[in-house]
Nanobody
Framework: QVQLVESGGGLVQAGGSLRLSCAAS????????MGWFRQAPGKERDFVAS????????IYADSVKGRFTISRDNAKNTVYLQMNSLKPDDTAVYYC?????????????????WGQGTQVTVSS
């Protein structure tokens, strides 16, 4: 019913930038909050950023605040994560997710659909 496909990951040197995209299927995309999470090898999945249904409200993990920006274009059924000033600690698989609610959330358990992830590797 709902499919999420991430793109834009890759290898970048520390201090560089990447923009991740998450394309969503379905005509009800604009009704739901979206989130980005990441998981490094041997680590649990961590919250990165979330955005409400309209794009008017956002939240960020402290580790990325001031460096990453989440945004959405409901006309294109797409959510973005602009990643600037990347650090080696940002290396992880990044996942986008859809919540069955209009409000943003930092809790992974509040999201009902997930993409398969895109690898981001930041070299020192």
């Amino acid at each position: 019913q709902v499919q999420l496909v991430e793109s834009g990951g890759g290898l970048v040197q520390a201090g560089g930038s990447l923009r991740l995209s998450c394309a969503a299927s379905g005509r009800t995309f604009s009704s739901y909050a979206m989130g980005w999470f990441r998981q490094a090898p041997g680590k649990e999945r961590d919250f990165v950023a979330s955005i409400n249904w309209s794009g008017g409200s956002t939240i960020y993990a402290d580790s990325v605040k001031g460096r990453f920006t989440i945004s959405r274009d409901n006309a294109k059924n797409t959510v973005y994560l602009q990643m600037n000033s990347l650090k080696p600690d940002d290396t992880a698989v990044y996942y986008c997710a859809k919540r069955n609610s209009a409000s943003y959330s930092s809790r992974a358990t509040n999201y009902d659909y997930w993409g398969q992830g895109t690898q981001v590797t930041v070299s020192s």
